[in-house]
């Protein structure tokens, strides 16, 4: 299948790497120029750094891309001609003799066929290239699902692009072995060790989060002179930590103003306690700390981008609260 495709794939991949205008015509006969230029998106991209073809098969395997990658790089090393045919009025008949899926009706002037010599001849509008070898080189990326329904990505790279490529892949290289502390054929197993202790370090932590927000409330709960205004700030938290205070706090407080987050930058916020007391007060601290957020039953959550005026915040919930100046650390 790759083999006799692989004609067709080579003058794609030609066309679509050198043609900058409208490059293959891939459409059937009366579509428009415009719906002709939204479907010519679809069919092929030139990005700055990679650049794909859409082809009409619902997949393709990895030995099949490594085949035709094979059977183009021979195509290209074998310096094939490649040129044009004009023909002043697309209702040549000579025109039918190519294998194509016309020009749209609304086309005018020429009509521009290009061949690869012993190999394909299509319609086409711009491909300068004298012959394959012009091409230098082709490196396919791997194929992946297409936007439309049956189709396949195929991802590319060719001539100096390669070459660019290759140098990206090195500097990632470079950083992944100093960073890993290991050569490129020991990345993948010290990237996945890496990955797993972070994840393992995360549930450590999220852990002893709660543990430190369950002993924190019990403190609060088991002092007897203790503040209706309930304030806790930890760096190292996050919404969980505030959830688990809240819940464990529960209505031991009139307020409660819960924080986390470095307070250098932003962070989470919540407020708890009576109902009336936080819809009153949660919208004066959110535009104090320049924060969004919403209320619910009791509960206010958000994000916040000023951490650093949390004790500020603090200051005139107590100052509406009538409860002085006991601020928290």
């Not at 189709?151 to 001539?159: A, E, K, M, R």
């Not at 060790?193 to 370090?201: E, I, L, Q, R, T």
Request: charged share 25%; glycine share 8%; proline share 3%.
């Amino acid at each position: 299948m790759v083999a006799m495709n692989s004609s067709i794939a080579l003058y794609q991949l030609i066309s679509s790497w050198v043609i900058k205008c409208k490059w293959l015509l891939l459409v059937q006969r009366g579509i428009n120029n415009q719906e002709y230029e939204e479907l010519l998106k679809l069919l092929r991209y030139l990005g700055d750094k990679t650049s794909y073809i859409e082809l009409d098969t619902p997949s393709m395997t990895t030995e099949q891309v490594s085949e035709l990658e094979a059977v183009l790089n021979q195509k290209i090393r074998e310096g094939i001609k490649v040129y044009p045919t004009y023909f002043e009025d697309k209702n040549d008949p000579r025109v039918e003799e190519f294998r194509t899926r016309g020009l749209p009706d609304d086309h005018v002037g020429p009509v521009r066929v290009m061949t690869i010599e012993g190999i394909d001849s299509c319609l086409c509008c711009g491909t300068h290239v004298s012959t394959t070898a012009d091409l230098q080189l082709i490196k396919l990326l791997g194929a992946e699902r297409g936007k439309r329904k049956n189709s396949t990505n195929l991802n590319f790279v060719v001539g100096n692009r390669v070459l660019q490529y290759l140098g990206r892949c090195l500097e990632v290289e470079k950083s992944l072995t100093a960073l890993l502390k290991g050569p490129l054929e020991q990345h993948y197993d010290l990237a996945e060790k890496a990955v797993k202790g972070y994840k393992n370090a995360q549930k450590t932590t999220q852990t002893l989060l709660r543990d430190v927000a369950v002993l924190e409330a019990e403190k609060y709960k088991n002092n007897p002179n203790r503040d209706p205004v309930f304030v806790c700030h930890r760096k190292e938290g996050d919404i969980d930590f505030l959830n688990t205070l809240a819940r464990e706090i529960g209505n031991q407080c009139d307020l409660s103003f819960l924080t986390a987050g470095d307070d250098k930058g932003s962070g989470f916020l919540m407020m708890t306690g009576k109902e009336n007391l936080v819809q009153d007060l949660a919208p004066k601290v959110m535009e104090l700390m320049d924060g969004k957020g919403g209320c619910s039953k009791g509960r206010f959550q958000g994000k916040v981008n000023k951490l650093q005026h949390r004790q500020k915040a603090e200051q005139l919930i107590r100052n509406n609260l009538g409860s002085g100046d006991n601020q928290a650390p």
